[in-house]
């Protein structure tokens, strides 16, 4: 088995959330959710869930380089961009989306950005790809695939169109 056979194909990993994500809106568990993306590959798995799902809400884009962690020594990208959540969240049933889950670092940071629009219901994470290597305690409520990986293996999803995933070695990266 080659290292991309045990990846699967983003589509199929989009149609395993949608299919996971609509039965909990059938079962009420889901109420009338507003479906947020983290830029930037969240953001293009969110827009492909927004379409499969017929949601008539604007879709959600947050932009978390300010709330890392890690800023202090990253430093301030040049292509910064801004969030955009024209949607009041308060009391709202929230679909943080992100491409990759592996430390929940970033899903962090992404509440933190939330919370500074108002308080939701609940946030519910949808990943296409759940990983090992956590150093928070998050985990997904919606995975397309969960994977467990060599420590020097990463995903890495390209696109927005098409959307593709890899699985690479952190010496490639």
Known sequence: MTQTDRLLPVNEAIDRLEAQIRSDRQDGALVDPLIVGIHTGGVWVADALHRALGCSEPLGRLNITFYRDDFNTLGLHPQVSPSDLSVDVDGRDIILVDDVLFTGRTVRAA????????????????????????????????????????PDEQIHVDGPDPMTARLVSSKES
């Open 111 to 150: 509440m933190n950005e939330l919370f500074d629009y108002g308080r939701p219901r609940r946030i519910a994470l949808a990943v296409l790809y759940q990983r090992d290597g956590r150093e928070l305690p998050i985990c997904a409520d919606w995975a397309g695939q969960e994977l467990n990986l060599g």
